[in-house]
């Protein structure tokens, strides 16, 4: 009887396989990757096609010599790494790795999975392929392009900055992103508005109603100062409040999609506060399988990495048959939600969602640590809800008119929950807000009380984590796999600090982005990588040759490169020379720079090891105490201003302080891009700086 090998990508999948094929198939794991670019040099050779240059992985040779024992002995060998392009591309090396290409007497397949699970993996067998070059091709290119910038950049950011720095493909544009909020959020004036609420008695009702300021002669109107306001409250002095319209209707909140990687990630960081590389990490854990009492090794979800919001035939019917019985009929979609997007769908997965919905979290409640059982939690619950029917809502628009101004209400009332029995997002919790009664256009009125209220504008907000893989994902920036990498790998660097979920820039992070838009432009350019991706999905289409990617992009970042050794100034942010004395030895401290930022330290190092906190000094007094005010960092590398009499003097801001003295308060001025303005929200003056 002929042997089989089944070579899969993850160990931790091994014995689940092995359990659903039985006896006559061996089935091994690679580890991931076999080969790759070399570490000690940039692996590409540029003279001759840019064909790169792969070797074994250090500590992969005992793991080649395993896998070589066992394809001696089988006579089938299927290929069966992850299904998507770099699964492939860990395939195809193994071809060469184990030079299956010069073994006529050995018949070798390519096989992918969505799901470990018994139908899924011996339906694999019976549609095994070759491998697909043009997803292979696809991932060749994405790490040749990624290796150049990495190779060529990286050394320059030593030179000039400091060492152990990296720029990357796409972890830079991530950092830029990140950066122009910040100047964004920096620059930002806040503007005055005012809103204006009516107590409203209605005749025969004990409870008042509450209607907003819409606008005058039928269109809406802002109102922007206090004086625009006490006219408005003026006019409304003795009018006669009436109902001019009520409108009734019927609204339908669709269910969501179910999941894709990054909305996934998403989700994740605001339901459950996970980082994307956690939701990853737990993600590829159920998956891979978990072991159930009386089931051994099961895989709970579908392949992890995908864009796609597909479903298959089957696991719909079978989602239909479990929500009419569990439900009822109604509860059931009439028809399946297919997401539109113009961009190419990054491999032809299904979403992600439960390999068997009749598997609910309570039943595997106990067989799971506590944060992989509300990951899968929140996958089966997002993947019932998208396949059962919209929720309905009795809506109700009512127009009060008092003084020639009108007011509004509005109302809705859940009539049919349908996909929200299973499963809410935040937005649907406000959804309920109806009124205790009806009104009509004979409802009597009359003023309790009117309730003028000031605001302010707000700022854009700080990204997190999961606003960032939305943006990266608009954009067209990256690709499922590369989110949580990117995000991990600008926090390790220390170019960004996440406070309370939010991701802010630190002084390093503005020092390398300043120069990789000065130097390198195009490699930061949000277009310019939207486009690229696209190149290397007609890479993976078949319409692109990936060489043709890589021979246009080298020549300009080389030249790129080459200005920039001879025109970059180095960024001098360290052992400057500062006017602080060392207190142990009496030697003039110098400032270095070290991964939180700048810091003192003595020059005599080692036989003195005296540090201390650095703060550059910005020649602005302190408002509550006179003493300096000093550029300060958070434990994580956030920059601020505060006193340097700190604990006795608690003032802070985030802004830079100007010198310059509010003229209408004479109050602390501080810098928003090329505007003064007041630090008191009171007085909120606005000037241009000065900047001579």
């Known amino acids: ?34 080969r790759d670019l070399p570490k000690s040099s940039l692996g590409i050779d540029v003279e001759h096609d840019f064909e790169p240059k792969y070797i074994t992985i250090r500590g992969k040779g005992d793991v080649l010599a395993g896998l070589r024992r066992e394809v001696k002995k089988a006579d089938r060998i299927y290929l069966a790494t992850d299904p998507d392009r770099e699964g492939e591309a860990i395939s195809w090396h193994l071809m060469y790795a184990l030079k299956l290409k010069e073994m006529p007497d050995k018949k070798v397949y390519r096989i992918t999975f969505n799901e470990i699970t018994k139908s899924a993996v011996k339906e694999s067998l019976k549609n095994a392929r070759e491998i697909n070059m043009d997803l292979v091709d696809a991932q060749q290119a994405r790490r040749v392009l990624d290796r150049m910038v990495g190779y060529r950049i990286s050394p320059l950011l030593w030179a000039k900055v400091k060492r ?34 009516a107590s409203l008695k209605v005749d025969g009702e004990k409870k008042p109603v509450t209607a907003k300021y819409h606008g005058e002669g039928g269109r809406k109107t802002e109102v922007r100062s206090k004086e625009q306001m006490d006219a408005l409250l003026a006019s409304l002095k003795g009018a006669s409040w009436q109902v001019t319209e009520v409108k009734k209707g019927e609204r339908i909140k669709k269910a969501p999609l179910p999941f894709t990687t990054s909305t996934l ?29 009386g089931e051994g090794t099961t895989g709970l979800i579908t392949y992890l ?36 997007n113009e961009q190419k769908i990054q491999d032809a997965h299904e979403a992600i969602r439960p390999t068997d919905i009749s598997r609910i979290p309570a039943a595997v409640k106990e067989q799971l640590p506590r944060d992989r059982f509300r990951l899968y939690q929140l996958i089966w619950k997002r993947f019932a809800a998208s396949r059962m029917a919209s929720a309905r809502y009795e809506t109700s628009s009512t127009r009060i008119e008092a003084g020639g101004h009108e007011f509004t209400m509005a109302a809705s009332n859940r009539i049919f929950d349908g996909y929200m029995s299973v499963y809410t997002q935040e937005e649907d919790k406000e959804e309920d807000n109806a009124v205790s009664h009806e009104l009509s256009r004979e409802s009597k009125l009359s003023l309790l009380e009117l309730e003028p209220k000031q605001h302010f504008t707000q700022p854009p907000a700080h990204y997190t984590e999961a606003s960032l893989v939305k943006a990266l994902e608009e954009l067209g920036i990256g690709r499922p796999s590369t989110y949580a990498p990117t995000i991990t790998t600008i926090l390790a660097r220390r170019y960004v600090a996440k406070e309370n979920k939010n991701l802010y820039v630190t002084e390093l992070g503005e020092v390398v982005n300043q120069i990789m838009v000065e130097a390198f432009p195009s490699i930061v350019d949000v277009n310019f990588t939207a486009n690229m991706e696209a190149l290397l999905d007609g890479v ?100 601020y201003y505060g006193c340097i009499g700190y604990p006795d003097c608690d003032f802070m ?22 505007k003064l303005v007041c630090s008191s929200e009171e007085c909120g003056y606005v000037m241009a700086a000065n900047k001579e």
């Open 1 to 34: 009887m002929a042997k089989n090998l089944v070579i899969l990508e993850s160990p931790a999948k091994v014995k689940t396989v092995k359990k659903i094929l039985g006896a006559n198939y061996e089935v091994a794991a690679s580890g991931g990757h076999v």
């Open 164 to 197: 152990g720095l990296s720029a990357g493909r796409v972890q830079s544009v991530a950092l830029r992103i990140i950066c122009d909020r910040e100047a964004e959020i920096s620059a930002f004036i806040p503007e005055e508005y005012w809103t204006l609420d």
């Open 265 to 293: 990630q998403q989700e994740a960081s605001k339901v459950l506060n996970f980082s994307t590389q956690k939701t990853m990490r737990l993600a590829q854990q159920l998956y891979e399988g978990v072991d159930l009492k």
């Open 305 to 340: 990495r995908t864009d796609s919001t597909r479903v298959s035939a089957e696991a719909e019917q079978t989602a239909r048959e479990y929500i009419v019985k569990q439900f009822g009929e109604e509860y059931a979609a009439e028809a399946v939600a297919v997401k539109k």
């Open 540 to 639: 993976e289409m078949g319409t692109v040759k990936w060489k043709t990617v890589i021979e246009n992009f080298y020549p300009d970042l080389e030249e790129a490169v080459q200005r920039a050794e001879k025109e970059l100034e180095k960024v001098d942010i360290a052992d400057e020379v500062s006017d602080e004395v060392c207190e142990v030895c009496g030697r003039q401290m110098v400032i270095k720079y070290g991964p939180h930022g700048r810091f003192l330290a003595c020059p005599g190092f080692p036989e003195c090891r005296n540090t201390k906190p650095y703060f550059e000094k910005i020649g602005v007094m302190c408002p509550k105490c006179g003493k300096d005010i000093v550029l300060k960092k958070t434990q994580k590398g956030r920059r």
């Open 653 to 674: 801001v985030w802004q830079k302080p100007s010198a310059q003295k509010c003229p209408q308060c004479g109050g602390l001025m501080l810098e928003k891009g090329n």
